[in-house]
Every structure is written in C-alpha cells, then in structure tokens.
C-alpha cells in the first residue's frame, strides 16, 4: 500500500474535491502539493479536501495547505477541510490551522462554504 | 539512563524511512505505558526532528541518522543525533506561530511542535556525532 493515496474529481461550480488516504509527512507532502499545483494550474480555486481517512499529518504535510490557501483566497477560492481524523485536527489545532482554514462535516456542507 | 534497555536504530537519510521511524518509536512509547494520545505526540515529535535532519541535510552529511529510544520507568528518552554541522536549532525554534504559518521558509514549525510535544527538549553540538537532539517525555505514575 502507497504511503499517501489521493482521489481527485471536480464537484458543480468549479470545485476540487480531493480525498486522502494514509500519512502526509516529509516524505509524501511533494505528492500533495503537486496535485494541489495541477488543479491551481486549471484555475480551480475552490478545494475541498477530505480527511477521514488521513492517519497522520506532519508539520510538511500541514505545510503544504498553509503553502496553498493564500493562493487560493486571492483567487477567490479557498480551502475547506472535510471530516479531519482526530490526531489529525489535533495537529491543526496546535499549529494555528484551525482558525486559517475551514472546516466541514459533510461534502453538502462543504460545498457551501465557498 | 540504563542502556540494557536502550534501542539504537540508524536509518539512512532519506524521507522513505520516517515511517519505520515512527513504528518504533510508537511501539516503543505502547510499552512505556503512555496513553494513545500521548503516543501520537511522541510519534509527531521524533517524526519532526528527524524529518528536519533529512530534508535540510548537506550532501557533504553523513549518509545515516541515529535515533535512541531510552525507555527509562520514569522517563521516556529519545535521541537524535545526526552526524551534521551544526543547525540553529533554538533560533529556528523560536517561531511566532502567526508569522510562521504566513512564512514560506519551513523548518521552523516543526521544532515547534517538538517543544509543545514534549516536555523537555535539549540541544547540543558535538564533532562526533554532530547536532543532538534530546527529547524527554515523563512517563505517566500509573504506568510505573
């Protein structure tokens, strides 16, 4: 099994919705800022990211998402988190993360944050 | 620190390796009794330094990292040392967190997280085995 698996599909209205799977550190974080990188690269702003099946994110991992939203607002975009695992958000509150990015429990929810 | 009980692993410098890393340290902190949410800050820590000794190494740096797990009954020891000159470990761990997460240099957060993780964290140089990195964890009176 991959470290880290990503699912990607475009949501109505111009959103990303990316799902993934597994551990986001110093080793998988290029994979993630690629993918992120290719849907910018479409002038798709909008991402949603869904993070149940996450186990770990390390602070490169978290990076990437910090590296990314202020792309993304000044394209009137955003990011929004969807169901974050419990170590996980842990790791986002700890870094300040939760009060930067978005947060929702369903992908309906998700869609109306934007 | 009693060393009959101490693990020693070098792991080559390169990021495929964390996960091993992160095995044997967690399995390690199980043993020592600490909650599972105390694991994963355990886990993250390590993960942290070890992580930062990978991604800013020289290539001119010695090829392997060791790490030492020291499951003392009272305190739950890791040491990281990595054969390296010498890195500004305080300076780039004194982060403001807000500034931090709006600065595109990386590094500093994670020596963030390693302080807010554990409970005592020691820095030192040495020609011999480069930058030390000391983490201490006390381990929890019910599980002595």
Known sequence: ?114 | MDDAEKITLAVPRRTQHLSLVRKVVATSAVEAGFAPDEVDKIELAVDEAVSNAMLYAEPTEPRQIVVQVHPGPERFVIVLKDGGPPFPFEEKGQIVLEQQLRSPERGGLGIYIIRQFMDEVAYEYSARDGNVITMTKRVPAAAR
């Not at chain 1, 599909?9 to 993630?32: C, K, S, V």
């Not at chain 1, 869904?50 to 607002?73: H, P, T």
């Open chain 1, 1 to 114: 099994m991959p470290d880290l698996k990503l699912h990607q599909e475009r949501l109505p209205g111009g959103i990303a919705y990316i799902e993934a799977e597994g551990f986001l550190d110093a080793h998988t974080f290029e994979e993630m800022e690629n993918l992120i990188s290719s849907v910018f690269r479409q002038n798709v702003y909008k991402l949603i990211v869904k993070l149940e099946k996450l186990d770990y994110i390390s602070s490169a991992g978290a990076g990437v998402f910090v590296g990314a939203i202020g792309r993304a607002k000044e394209n009137r975009g955003d990011i929004v988190f969807l169901k974050p695992s419990p170590n996980v958000k842990e790791v986002f509150d700890l870094l300040g993360l939760s009060a930067i990015f978005q947060f929702a429990d369903t992908r309906d929810e998700a869609v109306t944050c934007f």
